[in-house]
């Protein structure tokens, strides 16, 4: 079982920055590929990022492009999400997910509350 806390959330204005992270304990990260989501008030959970095993190779959604960075730190269990340039359409609640591919091996932080202000 893998537990994943969120940290880093707050409130910001527009056109700032924040820092998320994600400390995993239960199993090794390196397992694991990774990833952050958001849902906002009203709406469905949506994808922001992910990455890879090694930390090799990153993906986003189009929408974070460019402001958005995601990194790991396996020997630290650590994920991070680098957000700058924040918009108010990014306030949201986000969370950390660890994916193993195995099933039934796929696990959910409980979130961080980010609200940008205009």
């Known amino acids: 079982q893998v537990h994943l806390v969120e940290s880093g959330g707050g409130l910001v204005q527009a056109g700032g920055s924040l820092r998320l992270s994600c400390v995993a304990s239960g199993d090794n990260l390196s397992r694991y590929g990774m990833g952050w989501f958001r849902q906002a008030l009203g709406k469905e959970r949506e994808y922001v990022a992910s990455i890879d095993e090694s930390g090799e190779t990153t993906y986003y959604a189009n929408f974070v492009k460019g402001r958005f960075t995601i990194s790991r730190d396996n020997a630290k269990n650590t994920l991070y999400l680098q957000m700058n340039s924040l918009k108010p359409e990014d306030t949201a609640v986000y969370y950390c997910?660890?994916?193993?591919?195995?099933?039934?091996?796929?696990?959910w932080g409980q979130g961080t509350q980010v609200t940008v202000s205009s």
């Open positions: 997910n660890a994916d193993s591919a195995r099933p039934g091996d796929d696990w």
